[in-house]
């Protein structure tokens, strides 16, 4: 097992270095840079455009900042937002929390439901059930999530007033940020009704983030049920008279497991994406809107430095669901 | 200064508010202000959060109009030949108190002496104070060589010494950038080590005290108790940040907010049908054009530059692009401004003297493009659009039109170039209510290369901005830019489009709100109805 893991971790160097090349190129690539930005429509002279250049060090050729780019990496420097002027590393981590928490309540949401419904519509193919999940599953897949968001919006704080409209807890409340996460901090800070405000205004931007990967996880576990069920071991695991449920719930569903597992780690890509756009329309103070921001004002920086910390958390996750996918599947540590 | 005494901070303001019925405007705002150090930056989202609220400046703005009126500084006096401006400021304004930061002194001349030369002098330790910052609104008002030295006369007089006369200085001091800041404060950051901090916890004279700020959600300010011009109607002004426009709307209408900016356009006609809500509008301080490059033939000939407008049918974008929320533009400033020459005749849409004209001056089976911005803007709400009804005017004057665009940033470089083919779509919301701010920055001599996106240079246009920037009466210099605007309609370097309007929806408890033709939005005087 020991070596299965440092396997896995050997891979990820090389990846990592081909991440800091696409994080640092991916801003230079785009046309246009942040000094151009700045001066607007007022313009700027060759001049102060050549001294603001050097200013930031993008005078260099770009071979020699990447290397410093490189360098300060390795000492833990991500360098300052242009706009801003803060260290990035420290605003990645003020907003991280915030995507973070609502990524695990999607995720929670979409696997909770997803997998019992996949089970479900496999179990139960052809029936009323497994139509209409499968056809929300495919409405769900397809739903553009800024239009899907602003619908829920409207209608559940619009006009039902059942939830708030955005933001992360009710402006009322103030108290210090002690873990970055709002339920446990509203928690913490023994206000009546903190934690209520703080789930209240989880709820729609949970269930839309959750919309796709709930839709996925359905689906691959459905089909995934359906090909284990025709297996040889479930029918003699059927023939020597285990009851159903133990069937199902045991030797089909453990090894339908696997592929949904995969499944369920990739869409850590996919909730990254969609937190994107889901902050943005609830006003949710995360990443995703950070870096939206950020490519706009093309911030070196915060850009290059977000997008390399980002794909540390996801090729984190993945090397998680790799080991757990080893734990469900002995066979693979040995590959 | 730890979250907890950010908190205990909070919870004493909250306490000084009086009962637990503190009265709290909360504002829908667009965005994230960059920072809270309002020199560096340009935006305006970072000057409502930053400069409005929390600072002052020697002269402000007057609510409502583009009229320069006393600030910190209570008078002032202009030298004969214009090269001296003495200011006496306003004695007994305090700095904010606040859990950063207790006063031991009063304003005086060395705060505002430090407020310029930190942006003035590349020696001051404060120039550079964090990484890579740079003043470029002090910078691009040119003030660095307007400004020869600043002269402390006493602790409450202060003198600046031009190098040349410049009338609209004055508006420039009501600027932004111009924000005066505490030199006892920055002093005591210095000596702590922590400079970076002016951009963070900013401690000013203004209406409202700086509180907390959790990035890309809230900005929380408390009222000034002590500040000099009143005491505010409202004890807290909380900022939340909702970058969409349709959940602004519906955040104002759910009661989480009581003001918001930036409707969109589609949503103007329900916020009118809201009866819970009001809805401000003003013109706007702005102007959309297309300029042409007068350097390039054909559109070197104004005969050319006049047909081609005279072919656009304007009101067609007004209605289309604009959807009724702007005017049809004549001159290159818009018509709140003083010295705009509402004599002036706009060119009548006549595809058919268009051709003829365009036929005299020997011009057939033209080709040229039309550069359209791939982003909206305040006073265009979709050019791409804009460009294609161009389109089809030209196109019945025998004028083929392709229509490019380009990233933004390299949009606004390329359109710069003086060998740049074509018209540029652009435009130009107004910085300090100066009409040189207009005619001088984007169509005189000195702006070729850079703002000047005509590339047209006409001396005679020229002498007349450069003779009104020298005059200090405002009647003599409204004459020269009347006559400027006559030569701009004749020698027609761009084709003006429109002026918007801006709006601004509130709910109906909000009392006291008063629109900014500079479009910058300030909560003092702001009260809420119970």
Redesign the interface.
């Known amino acids: 097992m020991i070596r299965f893991i440092l396997g896995k971790l050997l891979y990820l160097v090389p990846t990592f270095l081909g991440v800091t090349i696409v994080a640092f190129g991916f801003v230079r690539v785009?046309?246009?840079?942040p000094v151009?930005?700045?001066?607007?429509?007022?313009?700027?002279?060759p001049e102060?455009y050549q001294q603001?250049l050097e200013?930031?060090g993008y005078d260099q050729p770009i071979w020699r900042q990447y290397l410093d780019f490189l360098g300060r990496l390795f000492q833990g420097d991500l360098g300052?937002s242009?706009?801003?002027?803060?260290p990035v590393l420290h605003?990645f981590l003020?907003?991280f929390p915030a995507t973070v928490e609502l990524a695990i309540c999607a995720i929670l949401l979409a696997t909770l439901i997803g997998i019992p419904a996949g089970v479900l519509a496999a179990v139960k193919r052809g029936s009323w059930f497994d139509q209409i999940s499968m056809g929300a599953a495919l409405i769900g897949y397809s739903m553009p999530i800024f239009w899907w968001g602003?619908l829920l919006?409207?209608l559940f704080?619009?006009i039902l007033?059942w939830t708030?409209?955005?933001?992360?807890i009710s402006?009322l409340y103030?108290?210090?940020?002690?873990t970055g996460f709002m339920l446990i901090d509203s928690l913490l800070s023994g206000q009546d009704g903190a934690f209520g405000s703080a789930v209240a205004h989880l709820i729609l931007p949970t269930i839309v983030l959750a919309t796709i990967p709930l839709a996925v996880i359905a689906r691959q576990t459905r089909s995934a049920m359906l090909e284990v069920m025709g297996e040889d071991y479930v029918r003699t695991a059927r023939a020597k008279g285990l009851p159903w449920r133990r069937v199902v719930g045991v030797h089909a569903l453990r090894n339908a497991m696997i592929p949904v597992v995969t499944t369920i780690g990739l869409q850590i890509g996919v909730l990254m994406a969609g937190a994107i756009l889901t902050e943005?329309?609830?006003?949710w103070?995360?990443i995703g809107?950070?870096m939206v921001?950020s490519i706009f004002r093309?911030d070196y920086p915060a850009v290059q430095g977000g997008l390399l910390l980002i794909a540390a958390v996801v090729m984190a996750v993945n090397l998680i669901v790799d080991l757990l996918y080893g734990l469900i599947n002995p066979r693979i540590r040995h590959v | 200064m730890t979250t907890y005494s950010k908190l205990l901070m909070s919870a004493a303001l909250c306490l000084a508010a009086v009962g637990a019925e503190a009265k709290t405007l909360v504002y829908c705002s667009e965005g994230s202000p960059e920072g809270f150090d309002p020199a560096p930056y340009t935006a305006g989202t970072t000057f409502d959060a930053s400069s409005r609220p929390v600072y002052n400046r020697l002269v402000e703005f007057e609510k409502g109009t583009t009229n320069v009126i006393p600030g910190l500084a209570e008078s002032w006096e202009v030298s004969e030949d214009g090269l001296q401006y003495t200011f006496h400021l306003r004695p007994g304004v305090t700095f904010h108190t606040t859990e950063w930061f207790t006063p031991t002194r009063e304003l005086n001349a060395d705060d505002v002496i430090f407020s310029f030369e930190r942006q003035r002098d590349e020696a001051n330790p404060w120039h550079q104070y964090t990484a890579g910052i740079s003043y470029e609104y002090f910078n691009s008002m040119d003030m660095g060589s307007l400004i020869e030295n600043i002269e402390k006369v006493d602790d409450l007089t202060v003198r600046f010494h031009l190098t040349r006369p410049e009338a609209p200085f004055l508006a420039n001091l009501a600027m932004d950038f111009a924000s005066i800041m505490s030199k006892e404060y920055a002093d005591q950051l210095e000596a702590e080590g922590r400079m970076a901090d002016l951009n963070q916890q900013p401690v000013g004279t203004g209406p409202f005290q700086f509180v907390a700020y959790q990035q890309d959600a809230v900005i929380r300010y408390h009222s000034n108790p002590t500040y000099w011009n009143g005491q505010q109607p409202i004890d807290d002004l909380v900022f939340a940040i909702t970058t969409d426009p349709a959940v602004r709307l519906q955040k104002l209408q759910a009661g989480e907010c009581q003001i918001m900016p930036y409707p969109a356009p589609a949503d103007i006609e329900a916020i009118r049908a809201d009866g819970n809500l009001t809805l401000m509008e003003q013109p706007g301080l702005n102007v959309a054009y297309m300029a042409y490059n007068t350097q390039m033939p054909p559109f070197d000939n104004p005969q050319v530059r006049r047909a081609l407008n005279m072919a656009i049918n304007k009101q067609a974008i007004i209605d289309a692009v604009f959807q009724g929320t702007g005017e049809v533009a004549k001159n290159p400033i818009p018509p709140t401004m003083w010295s705009y020459n509402d004599e002036v005749q706009d060119d009548p849409y006549d595809p058919d003297a268009a051709r003829k004209m365009l036929e005299e001056a020997g011009v057939s089976d033209l080709s040229m493009k039309v550069w359209a911005m791939p982003v909206q803007r305040p006073y265009m709400p979709n050019a791409r659009r804009t460009a294609e009804l161009i389109q089809e005017d030209f196109a019945k004057v025998g004028v083929d039109v392709e229509i490019v665009s380009y990233e933004w940033g390299e949009y606004l470089e390329r359109s710069s170039a003086t060998d740049r083919d074509g018209a540029v779509i652009l435009g130009w919301t107004g910085d300090n209510g100066d009409p040189d701010n207009f005619l001088g920055v984007l169509l005189s001599c000195a702006g070729v290369g850079e703002a000047n996106r005509a590339q047209w240079c006409n001396e005679e246009f020229t002498d007349l901005i450069n003779q009104a920037k020298t005059t200090s009466d405002q009647d003599g210099r409204a004459e020269l830019y009347r006559q400027a605007q006559v030569i701009f309609k004749q020698e027609a370097p761009w084709a003006t489009i429109a002026h918007s309007t801006v709006f601004m929806p509130m709910s109906n408890k909000v009392q006291g709100y008063i629109m900014s033709p500079l479009g910058s939005h300030q909560f003092d005087g702001v009260d809420i109805a119970e």
């Open positions: 785009l046309p246009g840079d151009l930005l700045m001066a607007g429509e007022r313009g700027i002279s102060r603001l200013q930031l300052e242009l706009v801003t002027k803060s605003e003020t907003l602003l919006i409207i704080s619009g007033a708030p409209v955005s933001g992360r402006l103030y108290f210090p940020e002690v943005t329309i609830f006003s103070p995360g809107k950070w921001d093309r």
